[in-house]
């Protein structure tokens, strides 16, 4: 059964996909749906005659395609937040070894250095924070540029998908394959 919060949640982008499925349905019955499974089910299949379950089945299949595609870019922001963070730690870590060394016989240029790394890191800190806005902006476009393409062309899509997985899966058993020494 759809899941009512998710699909009140992603009316606004399930409404696309659903009038792409149901060509039948009009505006004013996708207004009078307007979040609402149950209702929205009843007038698809009063215009398409198909069942319940067909219907609720799609439905399942595209709130959770939504879910997925968004924890995607959820999680690719996060990795691209960390990795940031990780360099930034890091270059500080190294300028402080740096100043520890020195510390004994220049104490104030190493103050200075870190000074300069602690300048440093922050600003490449705060580049990366305004790239992640970026980064996301850019996923969520490219994401709604992909999800357009898709509803235009998805027989081309899906075999352009199953043609990226199959050369994936071809270099992924080339790079694991055991050498023959």
């Keep these: 059964m759809v899941n009512e919060q998710t699909f009140k949640g992603h009316w606004t982008e399930l409404r696309g996909k659903v009038k792409e499925k149901w060509g039948a349905l009009t505006d004013d019955d996708l207004v009078l749906a307007e979040g609402n499974a149950d209702q929205l089910i009843g007038i698809v299949q009063r215009r398409t005659g198909e069942s319940r379950e067909k219907i609720e089945h799609d439905l399942d299949r595209m709130t959770s395609d939504m879910g997925t595609t968004m924890e995607k870019i959820r999680s690719q922001a996060s990795s691209a937040v960390a990795g ?98």
């Design 84 to 181: 940031a963070s990780e360099s930034a730690r890091q270059y500080a870590d190294r300028a402080s070894e740096t100043a520890r060394k020195y510390a004994g016989t220049a104490s104030e240029t190493a103050r200075e250095y870190a000074d300069r790394a602690s300048d440093a890191a922050r600003q490449q800190y705060e580049q990366f924070q305004g790239q992640y806005g970026d980064v996301v902006a850019g996923a969520q476009a490219k994401l709604a540029d992909a999800e357009q393409a898709v509803r235009r062309n998805p027989i081309e899509s899906l075999c352009v998908a199953f043609g990226t997985g199959l050369v994936a899966g071809v270099v992924v058993g080339l790079c694991f394959r055991p050498s023959r020494d």
